[in-house]
């Protein structure tokens, strides 16, 4: 059986170093083997870059278990590939060489539309570890994936966990009710707000069980979800989502949560794979 393992791309840009220090950290915390990968067109190319990045991991966590190794061919195909099996995959923002724009155009689309395992996106100099909670964005059922995740990710880190339940509703205008709380509409938007706080709640009765330790604080809000978690990635460690994909026909597509947060988010962000 393979070992528990953390897979990082790199490229000897600043942002990969950051990528490769926040996967060490995260390879450290599970106590899973770090495997370093450098897409390059010729094999021979690559020495450089993964000695430095091998030397940096050793002097991070001196008792890390860390292996690299070179892809020949694009950075896409070569994470993919080592993400199988993998407890989790780390890329850089920006770049040079194999993992170059991977926030900008079809690459970061492919890599999020194909990888096998949960995704991390290192964005800026956000520090790796401290004691910033951790974020999750809950759609619906198909995020338990994404909910195990965070809960896991708040235990190894000793931190709280906080879920954000988007809401948003059209609602239809009408003439007040002489009886307050009684006209149709009323009655409806009550029922709605039972049901949208029970959500949050109702979906992770199982995991608030099985990891009693982990505080958690649920949120349920009416706004766009994106807009909503926005805000809150800028005091979170990590943010976590469901990676929603969809086909269409230039490809796969994520959704309109995980875009902004990619590219907008003010710390790293999370993509798990939902159920199909």
Known sequence: MAPHHVVVG????????RALDWASDEAARRGAELRVVYAVPERDEAGPVLTSSVARVRERHPAL????????????????????????????????GGVAGLLA????LR?????HGPLLIVRGDHPCDGDRGVL??????????????????????????????????HITPELPSLIPGTSPGQRRRAQNDLAEEAVPRFSLAELRD??????VETRTVRRG????????TRESAVVVIGAHRRTSRIGPQLGPVAHTLLHSSHCPVVLVPTAA
Request: proline share 2%; net charge negative.
């Open 105 to 108: 155009g079809s690459v970061s």
């Open 136 to 169: 999750l964005g809950l759609e619906d059922d198909s995020d338990a994936d994404a909910a195990a995740y965070a809960f896991l990710e708040a235990e190894r880190r000793g931190v709280q966990l906080r879920v954000v339940h988007s809401t948003h509703h």
């Open 210 to 215: 099985a990891h009693p330790e982990v505080a």
């Open 65 to 96: 278990a860390v292996v690299s190794r070179a892809a020949v061919g694009g950075a896409v195909r070569a994470l993919v590939r080592e993400s199988g099996g993998a407890d989790l995959t780390v890329v850089g923002t920006r770049g040079f």
């Open 10 to 17: 790199v490229d000897g840009s600043l942002n990969a170093v």
């Open 225 to 232: 979800p994106a807009e909503a978690l926005l805000d809150a």
């Open 111 to 115: 890599v999020a539309a194909q990888v």
